[in-house]
């Protein structure tokens, strides 16, 4: 019996962690808010700078269907993960996803400068618009697409940026078609946008 007793609290301590595990998952992954009815999803009243300087507003998330990722140059894994992911996702689709963006929007404006975030993203690809601007800025912008971004002070000095890790699927009217789970399967995460090209 004591044998017994010993496998059963093993396994609902493992049943535990796998909640929590899914728990953080669900929470990293969610967005916060639900997008204004009737209108773009993310669009507000904020500006953002592009990577080459630009001064830019909420539309120029629309006119073509895009791939939108909130994270930060100085993420150790979750956001060079997905931008190796969106490097894969344009050289898999080719010609036909030519008209799909994609859109890297920093979480923290401190560190990623426009000429940041232009280093950072011209090794994925061309079609890959570095966004940043003043915190305030990026705090609005990232509460109209009810994103997630909480700075964690390090152990070791300085800090990290905890923040919703979904790549948000916008069509060309920039309406909402779906999103991309950090860790999704790749087949799954192409044929969404195999299916978000064609519309």
């Known amino acids: 019996m004591g044998t017994l007793k010993t496998i059963r609290v093993v396994l609902w301590t493992l049943v535990a962690v796998a909640a929590v595990g899914a728990t953080w998952l669900w929470y990293a992954n969610r967005p916060t808010e639900i997008a204004v009815a009737g209108a773009p999803y993310g669009a507000g ?10 001064t830019v507003d909420d539309t120029i998330f629309v006119g073509q269907p895009s791939a939108v990722f909130f994270g930060f140059t100085h993420c150790p894994d979750v956001c060079p993960t997905t931008m190796g992911d969106m490097q894969h996702w344009f050289a898999e689709l080719g010609d036909e996803g030519r008209d799909l963006r994609g859109f890297f929007v920093s979480v923290d404006p401190e560190r990623d400068t426009p000429e940041v975030l232009g280093e950072y993203v011209s090794w994925v690809s061309d079609r890959i618009t570095g966004l940043t601007g003043e915190p305030a800025e990026i705090e609005k912008a990232a ?11 390090l152990d070791e000095g300085g800090y990290t940026v905890n923040h919703t890790a979904s790549v948000f699927l916008l069509d060309e009217n ?5 999103t991309i789970a950090y860790g999704e399967n790749p087949e799954t995460a192409l044929g969404k946008l195999r299916r978000l090209v064609s519309g």
């Not at 009243?45 to 630009?54: A, I, N, P, R, S």
């Not at 920039?174 to 779906?178: K, L, N």
């Open 45 to 54: 009243d904020y500006q953002l700078v592009t990577h080459t300087g630009e």
């Open 143 to 153: 509460a109209a697409w009810g994103v997630h971004a909480e700075q964690v002070p």
């Open 174 to 178: 920039g309406e909402f078609f779906g």
